[in-house]
């Protein structure tokens, strides 16, 4: 078991090699970073008679700091692209009917580049200043999220200096996964293992 000494000695280096990094602009959010996206969509037929349906299929969207640079590719039947009325987000579609007891799936592939953002802060500027009107899923009332915000924040009063020791905070401890229909609450980013923005609501 690692003593409790040897742990601050590498969480010390792991920030120090952070700091450098960022400084150097070589740190992944701050320059452009390339991924490739992969998916698969699986229906079975567990019925003894013929069922008909309908898949609808997520795409990554293709926005002023993340564009598909690699066109998607499709597996499985032909897919129809549409946009949801609310957000304007891009799906796929595919109608299918499937004899008893079978299975049709659909894959996909892409490559996405995703850009950093510049956000300009000023150095007076106030944490209050930055947040504006608390929105759902960014403010939160859960006394251990107000805990673990004002100890992350220590006696920084500078926003940027704030934002930054947030920032870190959720690259070192969060985890991106785990889909579900709607959004994940601030409480859960302190509990579950995986958090992940939501889906199409």
Not at 162 to 183: A, H
Request: hydrophobic share 35%; charged share 25%; with cysteine.
């Amino acid at each position: 078991m690692k003593s409790s000494a040897h742990k601050r000695l590498t969480s010390i280096l792991g920030q120090a090699r952070y700091s450098i990094k960022e400084r150097l602009g070589i740190a992944v959010y701050t320059r452009d970073a390339a991924y490739r996206v992969t998916g698969a969509v699986t229906f079975k037929n567990q019925e003894d008679r013929t069922c008909a349906g309908r898949v609808i299929i997520p795409i990554p969207q293709s926005i002023a700091y993340q564009k598909i640079v690699e066109p998607i590719k499709w597996e499985g039947s032909q897919v129809q692209i549409a946009r949801d009325t609310q957000f304007g987000n891009e799906f796929a579609y595919a109608d299918f009917s499937l004899d008893a007891h079978r299975q049709i799936t659909w894959r996909f592939s892409c490559v996405v580049k995703v850009s950093p953002r510049s956000v300009s802060l000023s150095r007076a500027g106030t944490l209050a200043q930055y947040a504006g009107t608390p929105k759902d899923g960014f403010a939160s009332q859960d006394p251990k999220v107000k805990a673990r915000a004002t100890a992350l924040r220590g006696s920084e009063i500078q926003c940027r200096h704030i934002l930054r020791q947030f920032n870190e905070y959720v690259i070192r401890s969060l985890r991106y996964g785990n889909p579900q229909r709607g959004l994940y609450s601030a409480s859960d980013a302190l509990s579950l293992p995986e958090v992940d923005c939501g889906g199409f609501d």
